[in-house]
């Protein structure tokens, strides 16, 4: 069973970074390739990234500035989204998924697993 747990949110000045991660305390963390959605109130889930089972290929939203890096660390079952200078408009509500794909793009219906979001508020 997949159990997803974001961490590292919160409230940041505007031109801080943060790391975000998302354990799985499930036993197959490598089976799934991961992503990474926000939301705000109002919107839909927006995709960030993703990233493939081994870690080997990521992909982007279109939306999303060269300032995201996805990664993965499948010895410690944990995603993580680095997220540098960052603005008032990435304030959101960040949730990690897991997908059955090998790597898996930014259809929220390519997921199956989601954890619950952490709150990343950036105070301009």
């Known amino acids: 069973q997949v159990q997803l747990a974001e961490s590292g949110g919160g409230l940041v000045q505007a031109g801080d970074s943060l790391s975000l991660s998302c354990v799985d305390s499930g036993p197959s963390f490598s089976d799934f390739s991961m992503g990474w959605f926000r939301q705000t109130p109002g919107a839909g889930r927006e995709f960030v990234a993703s990233i493939g089972r081994i870690g080997s290929g990521a992909y982007y939203g279109n939306s999303v500035p060269g300032r995201f890096t996805i990664s993965r660390d499948n010895a410690k079952d944990t995603l993580y989204l680095r997220i540098n200078s960052l603005k008032p408009e990435d304030t959101a509500v960040y949730f990690c998924?897991?997908?059955?794909?090998?790597?898996?793009?930014?259809?929220?219906?390519?997921?199956?697993?989601w954890g619950r979001g952490t709150q990343v508020t950036v105070s301009s």
């Open positions: 998924a897991a997908s059955t794909k090998y790597l898996a793009g930014k259809d929220p219906d390519e997921y199956v697993f």
